[in-house]
C-alpha cells in the first residue's frame, strides 16, 4: 500500500472523515490519509494542486550562481559543461567515488527493487567518480534539460539508442577509445568501472554550461520550505519492499544525513552522504518490461525539505528537454537553500514517504 502522512497545518483543515482504527482519516475520493499528530511516524498525502502556467517558466539566469547548486561563482568558472553519470548503488558498489561532491542526485527504481542513481557534476567535478552502470529507459527524460556530458558503461540497445538521441554528449564505456574509464583493483565487477571525470569534461570544455533547472533564495533561511514548512526530524523512503533509505535533519551540519538499510550511507572518505535540500516526487513507474520505466513528464506530489523543515509541493515537467518545476498550493515556484540537492523519484505504486516530526 502506498504510504501518505498530512502535516499538521493540513491536518487542522480536516472538517469531516471516517476514522479507521490506526487513527487515520479517510477524505473523500482522494484517498487522503493522516494519521493523528502525536505520532511519530505517519502517513504523508494531499499534495498541492496543479499550480498555474506561469510558474512553467525556466528559472531566471542569474548571473555568478552556479546553475545546478545555486551558489555564488566566478562566472568565469563556470563556463563549461555539466557530468552526468550513472552510478551504482548495489550494497558492493559502495562507498561509491565522488557522489558527495555531485551538484544534484536523482535517485531512480531499477530491476530487482534496487535503485540506481544519475548523478550531475558541474561546480565541483572530481578527478573520479563510479562505479559507473549501465543506462536505464528514463534517463533520457530526467537528463535531456541539462545538456552537456553522460557517462555510462552500455545497456540495451534500445535504452543506448535513446540515450544517443537526447541532446548530450554520449561518453560510454562499451566504446571507450580515450581510456577515460579504467576498472578498479579493489572493486569486483561489474562494480568496479570508474570514470576519469574531470579530463572528461576538460576534453568537452567547449560544450556549453547547463541551463537552471531549480531556483534557488540567497540563503538557507530564505528557502520557501524553510520559510513556509512543517518541523520535520526525518524522511524516509522506499522504492520497494527490498529496502528503504533516510534523511535526518543535522542542525549541527546544517545538513540531512543519508541511511539506506538500516545503516549510514558513507562516502569514499568515511563520512556520511549529506544534502542541503531532499526533494521527493511520487512518480508512475511503467512495469511492463522486465526494467522498470519511471516517467518523468507530466506531474505529481511532490514534498521539499530544506533546513529542517518539509512542505507539500507540486511537481510538474512538461517535456523531456524542460526542467523540473516545484510549485506551492498556489501555484508560486519553490526556492530551494544554495547547496546540493537530493531528487527521490518514488513510485506511486509500489513506494511510500514518511515524515517524522
Known amino acids: ?84 553519470v550513472k552510478i551504482d548503488n548495489h550494497p558492493a558498489a559502495r562507498p561509491q567515488l565522488g557522489l558527495e561532491r555531485a551538484d544534484l542526485v536523482f535517485e531512480e527504481l531499477v530491476e530487482g527493487g534496487l535503485t540506481r542513481y544519475v548523478a550531475l557534476w558541474h561546480s565541483d567535478v572530481p578527478d573520479a567518480v563510479g562505479p559507473v552502470r549501465s543506462i536505464r529507459p528514463m534517463d533520457p527524460e530526467i537528463l535531456s534539460s541539462f545538456g552537456g556530458i553522460v557517462a555510462y558503461s552500455g545497456g540495451q540497445p534500445q535504452f543506448v539508442a535513446a540515450m544517443r538521441a537526447a541532446p548530450l554528449l554520449n561518453v560510454v564505456f562499451d566504446d571507450d577509445a580515450g581510456g577515460l574509464f579504467v576498472r578498479a583493483d579493489d572493486r569486483d565487477s561489474p562494480h568496479d568501472v570508474v570514470l576519469a571525470a574531470d579530463e572528461t569534461v576538460t576534453l568537452h570544455s567547449d560544450l556549453a554550461p547547463p541551463p537552471g533547472q531549480f531556483d534557488y533564495a540567497d540563503s538557507a533561511a530564505e528557502a520557501t520550505a524553510s520559510l513556509a514548512g512543517d518541523p520535520t526530524t526525518t524522511i524516509v523512503t522506499r522504492f520497494s519492499e527490498s529496502g528503504g533509505r533516510a534523511w535526518a535533519w543535522d542542525p549541527a551540519g546544517p545538513a540531512y544525513l543519508r541511511s539506506q538499510d538500516g545503516a549510514a550511507d558513507r562516502d569514499s572518505t568515511g563520512a556520511q552522504l549529506n544534502a542541503t535540500n531532499v526533494v521527493v516526487l511520487r512518480v508512475e513507474v511503467d512495469r511492463g518490461s522486465d526494467v522498470p520505466r519511471t516517467i518523468l ?39 530551494l537553500a544554495p547547496g546540493n540537492t537530493w531528487i527521490e523519484l518514488v513510485p506511486t505504486d509500489d513506494g511510500s514517504v514518511e515524515l517524522v516530526p
Do not use: N, Y
Open 1 to 84: 500500500m502506498t504510504a501518505f502522512r498530512m502535516f499538521p497545518a493540513a491536518a487542522r483543515r480536516i472538517r469531516s472523515g471516517r476514522r479507521t482504527p490506526g487513527g487515520a482519516a479517510l477524505i473523500g475520493a482522494g484517498l487522503c490519509l493522516g494519521l493523528g499528530l502525536g505520532l511519530s511516524l505517519g502517513l504523508v498525502g494531499c499534495a498541492a494542486p496543479v499550480p498555474e502556467a506561469t510558474a512553467s517558466a525556466a528559472p531566471t539566469p542569474q548571473p555568478g550562481i552556479m546553475p545546478l547548486r545555486g551558489t555564488p561563482v566566478d562566472p568565469s568558472r563556470a563556463e563549461h559543461p555539466s557530468l552526468a
Open 297 to 335: 513528464t507530466g506531474s505529481g506530489a511532490a514534498w521539499v525539505s530544506t533546513g529542517g523543515s518539509t512542505m507539500p509541493a507540486t511537481w510538474f515537467k512538461d517535456a523531456a528537454a524542460a526542467p523540473i518545476r516545484l510549485a506551492d498550493a498556489v501555484g508560486a515556484t519553490i526556492e
